[in-house]
Every structure is written in structure tokens, then in C-alpha cells.
């Protein structure tokens, strides 16, 4: 199901649109319209076909355009920087730049992927996107980054993993099609959260043992009292502020949140598959993308993922592929099972 996927998860901007000042009040709503807005839009737009991309079949490399919306709502803006061409005066401009290439480049060396839609798809981005919104989106076609307020949230372009999950959530769109709701709505969450994560960390060059393991590490201004967006190592600790409320995400299956909204808790419940990524990873040691990134990846494309799949299936799924590529009774299918175990899920 093709869509918005944004960074901040609506309950963040409810909470604050529900507690804030005057000022972070404002903000919240305003950031909360645009994207309703947006997502109002897309569902018209496909309902009539226009958001369908043309096929590709001939591979070009990296191809970025970042562009400006100069504090509009309009896109995609002004072209202000293409592949190849040096660094400008503005800082968002140069870090979108810069993340969207990371991002290729994890997919193409670490993958083999060519781009987004493994047809080296332009990647395309707009900075400046509105007057302090308060968020960032992938809206199927390109990147879209607000400034955020400067007294919550800092610049949306800050965090090179935030980047990484939106980019996958179209490869995810491209390959698995999960739809955007309940436990495959989660997955597909975790899914962005998984390989965002590991674009960080294979930039710094982290192994397992070394990363954060965090979401969004930057996007907070020192007035919140957390570390980031989410904590795959520690679901439900990122964050416990006066303003923003505790964190809501469960690390296991027997704190698995029941709710109709945010599309039935798909940015709550994905810290389960989050943490099951996490303590794989982990076990197996080394650079996360070497086996378990592997793993979750040969899982979103070997074809038998369902698009309505629940954590167990998919669960499933990945020791199978495991076994496909590292042997069916090896420590990697073990540490599979042992990773699913900790987060409440059998995997038979």
C-alpha cells in the first residue's frame, strides 16, 4: 500500500498540540494539517492513478536532485543542487544531499541494489518544506524535510538513519507491499527502522557491539528530555518528558499495545520486530548488515511475504531464509529463533 510514511509519529505532535505553549501548540497543528493534507491528497492521487512511476530498466548510477520549497508548501521547489555538483552555502541542502547518497550507497555495496526501486530511481529530496513543520515524509516519489520549530525539534535533516528509514520504506513499497496497518503496518516500520539504523552504522563504520541503536538521535532539542525518536535496544526508553509523554514502544509481545490509532499502533508495536533485529544482531556479532541484515533482506524479497503478514509469519520467514543461506541447523537459524524468543515470539 503506497502512501506518506513520515518521521514523527502523529502521537508525538498530538501530545504536544494537546500540552504545548501557545507557540509548540501552534506548530503541532499546523504540522499536524499538513499532514492530513498530504495524506487526504495521496489517497485522491491513487484512486486515480497519477502517483504510478514510469518502468526503468536501464541502470545510471546516482542520481540525486535536492531542491528548495524556500519555507512554501509547494513541490518540488527549486533545483538547487544535482549529482555531481559542489556544495552549496545551505546546510540542509548539503546534508540531504549527502544522506540520500549514504543511503544509495549502503543499498548498492552492501545489496547490490540500485536505488530504491533496484532500477536506480532518481532520489529525489525538497528541504525548507513549509514554516517550521515539523516533520519529514517519503511520499513515493521523493524526500520532503521540514525545518522543524528550532525549540523542539531540530532540522529534520539532521539524522542520516531517519533518511534511510523513509528511502526503504520505498523499497519496501517496491518488493513487500505491506500494508499499512495492524502488525504488517509495524513491520513495515521496523523494516525502515532496521535498515535505517544500519545505513548509520555502516557509514560510521559501527559494528553491532558499537552502534546506539537509536532512531532519530538528533531531532530533539536539548528542551526534551530524551535521546531519540525510538531505542531498538531498549523499546520504550527513548524518551520520558513532561511534554511528550513516556515512550509508548513495546520490546516484547506481552506489552503488545491494542489500538485503532496511528493504524493500529504501527509505530508503537514496531519495536518488537525492532528489538528481535537488535538482539540478532548482536548474537551474530560483527557488522549487523554482514548476516542479520542479510537475513531481513532476502526475507523482504524471496516472494513468500504476505502483504497482511503478522510478526509470527514473518518470524517465520527469516529463519527460513537463515537456513537458506547460512545452513539449516547453523548458529545463525539458532540465534534467529533465540532473537524471536526474546521479544515472545515461537518460531517452530
Known amino acids: 500500500m503506497k502512501g506518506y510514511r513520515f518521521v514523527l509519529p502523529p502521537y508525538i505532535l498530538d501530545a504536544i498540540a494537546k500540552r504545548g505553549n501557545v507557540e509548540q501548540r501552534a506548530a503541532a497543528v499546523d504540522s499536524m494539517s ?11 492521487r491513487s484512486v486515480v492513478g497519477i502517483t504510478k512511476m514510469p518502468a526503468r530498466t536501464k541502470l545510471q548510477g546516482r542520481r540525486r536532485n535536492i531542491s528548495t520549497c524556500e519555507s512554501t508548501e509547494n513541490l518540488p521547489g527549486q533545483l ?14 548539503n546534508e540531504a544531499y ?10 548498492w555495496h552492501v545489496f547490490q541494489r540500485a536505488s530504491i526501486d533496484a532500477r536506480d530511481m532518481p532520489l529525489n529530496a525538497s528541504v525548507h ?3 517550521k513543520y515539523d516533520n519529514a515524509y517519503w511520499d513515493g516519489q521523493r524526500m520532503v524535510f521540514g525545518d522543524g520549530d528550532g525549540e523542539l525539534f531540530n532540522r529534520f535533516t539532521l539524522d542520516l538513519d531517519v533518511v534511510g528509514h523513509e528511502l526503504t ?26 535498515f535505517g539504523v544500519m545505513v548509520k552504522q555502516y557509514q560510521l563504520g559501527q559494528t553491532a557491539e558499537q552502534a546506539d541503536w537509536l532512531i532519530g538521535a538528533k531531532l530533539f532539542t536539548p528542551k526534551i528530555h530524551g535521546v531519540a525518536l525510538r531505542s531498538m535496544k531498549a523499546p520504550g526508553t527513548a524518551y520520558d518528558d513532561q511534554l511528550l509523554g513516556k515512550d509508548p514502544q513495546p520490546a516484547d509481545m506481552a506489552h503488545f499495545v491494542h489500538t485503532y490509532s496511528d ?9 518488537i520486530p525492532n528489538h528481535a533485529f537488535y538482539l540478532l544482531a548482536m548474537a551474530l556479532g560483527g557488522n549487523a548488515w554482514d548476516k542479520a ?4 533482506y532476502e526475507t523482504i524479497l524471496d516472494g513468500h511475504l504476505r502483504k497482511n503478514a503478522g510478526f509470527a509469519s514473518f518470524a517465520r520467514l527469516t529463519k527460513t531464509n537463515a537456513g537458506r543461506l547460512y545452513g539449516l541447523n547453523g548458529p545463525e537459524s539458532k540465534a534467529v529463533v533465540a532473537a524471536w524468543a526474546g521479544v ?3 518460531v517452530l
Open 34 to 44: 499538513i499532514d492530513h493534507a498530504l495524506r487526504t491528497d495521496r489517497a485522491i
Open 80 to 93: 538547487v543542487r544535482a549529482e555531481t555538483q559542489p556544495v552549496v552555502a545551505d546546510v540542509e541542502i
Open 98 to 107: 549527502d544522506a540520500l547518497g549514504a543511503t544509495y550507497d549502503f543499498y
Open 129 to 131: 518544506f513549509g514554516v
Open 169 to 194: 520504506h520505498g523499497v519496501t513499497e517496491h518488493e513487500a507491499g505491506l500494508v499499512y496497518s495492524g502488525q504488517s503496518g509495524a513491520l513495515n516500520e521496523s523494516i525502515s527502522d532496521v
Open 263 to 271: 493504524n493500529g499502533g504501527v509505530h508503537t508495536n514496531s519495536g
Open 293 to 296: 541484515g542479510q537475513i531481513w
Open 344 to 346: 515472545g515470539i515461537k
